[in-house]
Structures are given as structure tokens and as C-alpha cells.
């Protein structure tokens, strides 16, 4: 079942979400927080497709700066904004695309 990618989708979103919340508890610095975000979603989308990863990167985004740069849950769509919003999604895609690559090499390696 978690090979479906709407599950990964979905368990992708949730770990992002549980990233938040223990950086608040922890009380990580914006940067620090937005680090591990981009770091999970990546590594959250590894094998998903482009689109799925995208749509994580941009779910990430969201969260983010819903929750860390402004105050529940408000999106903004100011330059910094929308910056970050390309970085998210282009950040997401080449960790997801490194993890996945890293994972498909450990395989052939330890099979071969």
C-alpha cells in the first residue's frame, strides 16, 4: 500500500507537518526549520513522480510559510514569497531525485 503514490503523497504531507511541529517545539531558527523541511519533503518524494513531488514541494512551501514566516496558516504571495516558493519546489525535486538516484545505486551494489 505505501508503494501507491497518493499514500506517499499523503505520508509525505504528515511527515512535513510533524517536521513543523517538532522544530516549534524545539524552537529552531526560521532557517533551521526551512532546511528540514526541504530536506524531508525531498527525501519524503524519492521514486514519486515529478508532478506528486512538485505538489509536495509546493504543500511544503505552504506549510512553511504559513506557519513559520507569517501566522495561521496566512499564505502570502509577496517576491520573497514566490522565491521561496520556486526554491521549495526546485530544492524538493533535486533532493528527491539524488535520494532516489543514492537508493537505486545501494541497491545494485549490494546486490551485485
Same mark, same amino acid.
Given at each position: 500500500?505505501?508503494?501507491?503514490?497518493?499514500? =506517499?503523497?499523503?505520508?509525505?504531507?504528515?511527515?512535513?507537518? @510533524? #517536521?513543523?511541529?517538532?522544530? $516549534?517545539? $524545539?524552537?529552531? &531558527?526560521?532557517?533551521?526549520?526551512?532546511?528540514?523541511?526541504?530536506?524531508?519533503? @525531498?527525501?519524503?518524494?524519492?521514486? *514519486?513522480? =515529478? *508532478?506528486? &513531488? !512538485?505538489?509536495? @514541494?509546493?504543500?511544503?512551501?505552504?506549510?512553511? &510559510?504559513?506557519?513559520?514566516?507569517?501566522?495561521? @496558516?496566512? *499564505? &502570502?504571495?509577496?517576491?520573497?514569497? *514566490?522565491?521561496?516558493? $520556486?526554491?521549495?519546489?526546485?530544492?524538493?525535486? !533535486? #533532493?528527491?531525485?539524488?535520494?532516489?538516484?543514492?537508493?537505486? $545505486?545501494?541497491?545494485?551494489?549490494?546486490?551485485?
Amino acid at each position: 500500500m505505501v508503494a501507491e503514490p497518493g499514500v =506517499r503523497f499523503g505520508i509525505a504531507n504528515g511527515l512535513i507537518l @510533524g #517536521v513543523l511541529c517538532v522544530a $516549534a517545539v $524545539a524552537h529552531l &531558527t526560521g532557517a533551521q526549520t526551512e532546511f528540514l523541511t526541504v530536506l524531508v519533503a @525531498g527525501l519524503a518524494c524519492c521514486g *514519486l513522480s =515529478r *508532478l506528486h &513531488t !512538485a505538489g509536495v @514541494g509546493v504543500a511544503a512551501w505552504a506549510m512553511f &510559510t504559513g506557519f513559520v514566516v507569517n501566522r495561521y @496558516g496566512v *499564505l &502570502t504571495l509577496g517576491h520573497q514569497d *514566490l522565491l521561496r516558493l $520556486a526554491a521549495f519546489a526546485l530544492v524538493t525535486g !533535486a #533532493v528527491a531525485f539524488a535520494g532516489h538516484r543514492i537508493h537505486a $545505486a545501494a541497491r545494485v551494489n549490494a546486490h551485485g
